[in-house]
């Protein structure tokens, strides 16, 4: 069943960070009006929907698109899919730098989950997400995140650790602590799309990378815990849930990127993929730029037999199999995510990738330390 619809409102970003993944980010096209009505109605026809539904707005600067145009988008999914469902959650992940009032209203008014994207404090944020004249952001962003505490909306943080960040742990935890943020998401810098390089990838940093870890989390702990870390909770989460389960929709991480439908992410043109949000807008030759379907051509489950949906899905599940077989994480893990796997490894069908080794097993063997401690002290 549909956990999260990620819509691509415009592939156009107006900031250069310089580790993006995105190949077309001057591109200032923008998603149709009626392309989210015809997404909406391709959900009502389908069998996906169930009580709780998450629509992200995701990929470019989502507010780029528009107040006015915003206004609209919600219109016509409060019209289709809210009746249809429980509970109806919206998220923008946005750079912060175009919230103003208007935004903050409109915000307020839907309901809508704020996650910023901030590498941190001024000279580790700046280092990599500039302008386009090649200025830092970092200033911009914080007049978005202080009118978002003046209106009393709550925010989430995501920042992308690369090589810059990490002998900032307590910096950068500091940061977020003091600035408000209810929730910091460590996104390492990956090894994907037009991104072929990681800072994090091609040197000896693994020790680095697990201290970084080490270090937050155990900031966490001696702090009075208002601020949670996703990556701790994902990993605690996956380690204390019931022992056996290893079916990966009960998984707790990457769950929804691994079976089919649990992700539906549409472009500004009404192409739509499943699995890993990244991969629609990447080019691949072997996987039809990885489209399985245009909402205005095919409903979202008919397209189960289109060729290339079910090369991509036979290909991400004996991925998964093979993780099974070879990798002791599998069982707190649930198989990795594909997108990782097909950029780092060049091939679905594998297993470890860095950015599991750093993002998913890093974590969980801190977790398992940090708990193993407290559980001694008891």
Same mark, same amino acid.
């Given at each position: 069943m549909l956990d999260l619809l990620v819509i691509q409102p415009t592939p156009f970003c107006n900031i250069d960070c310089? @580790?993006? @993944?995105?190949?077309?980010?001057?591109?200032?096209?923008? /998603?149709?009006?009626?392309?989210?009505?015809?997404?909406a109605q391709r959900l009502i026809e389908s069998d996906l929907l169930k009580d709780e539904l998450t629509i992200v707005f995701h990929a470019g600067e989502p507010l780029v698109a528009g107040i006015k145009f915003y206004d609209k988008v919600f219109e016509i999914f409060n019209q289709y899919i809210k009746p249809k469902v429980k509970q109806l959650n919206y998220a923008i992940q946005t750079n912060g730098i175009l919230i103003d009032d208007y935004w903050c209203e409109l915000i307020n008014r839907e309901n809508i989950r704020i996650g910023i994207s901030i590498d941190g404090p001024e000279h580790i944020h700046d280092y990599y997400r500039k302008t386009r004249s090649g200025k830092g952001t970092f200033e911009k962003v914080m007049q978005g995140v202080h009118l978002l505490k003046k209106h009393q909306i709550n925010y989430h943080g995501i920042a992308v650790v690369t090589e810059q960040s990490l002998n900032y742990a307590k910096d950068i935890f500091d940061f977020y602590y003091q600035n408000g943020f209810y929730l910091l998401g460590l996104n390492i810098e990956e090894q994907e799309g037009i991104n072929s390089n990681s800072s994090l990838y091609n040197k000896n940093l693994e020790s680095q990378i697990f201290q970084f870890f080490s270090e937050i989390f155990n900031l966490y702990f001696e702090s009075d815990k208002h601020m949670s870390i996703r990556e701790l909770n994902c990993s605690m989460g996956a380690i204390l849930r019931e022992p056996g389960v290893l079916d990966i929709k009960e998984s707790k991480i990457n769950s929804h990127q691994l079976y089919p439908y649990g992700i /539906?992410?549409?472009? @500004?043109?009404g192409n739509f993929s499943t699995f890993s949000p990244e991969l629609l807008g990447q080019v691949s030759q072997e996987y039809n730029d990885f489209i399985i379907g245009n909402v205005f051509d095919i409903g979202f489950e008919m397209s189960k037999n289109t060729i290339v949906f079910q090369k991509l899905s036979n290909d991400i599940q004996a991925g998964v199999e093979k993780c099974k077989k070879e990798c002791k994480y599998y069982h707190l893990c649930g198989g990795g995510a594909p997108s990782n796997k097909f950029y780092e490894n060049k091939s679905f069908i594998s297993t470890e990738t860095k950015y599991c080794k750093y993002h998913i097993q890093y974590p969980l063997e801190i977790s398992l330390s940090l708990l193993e401690k407290r559980l001694a002290i008891n």
């Open positions: 310089s @580790y993006c @993944y995105l190949p077309d980010r001057n591109n200032s096209a923008k /998603i149709s009006l009626s392309t989210i009505e015809k997404t /539906i992410t549409v472009d @500004y043109k």
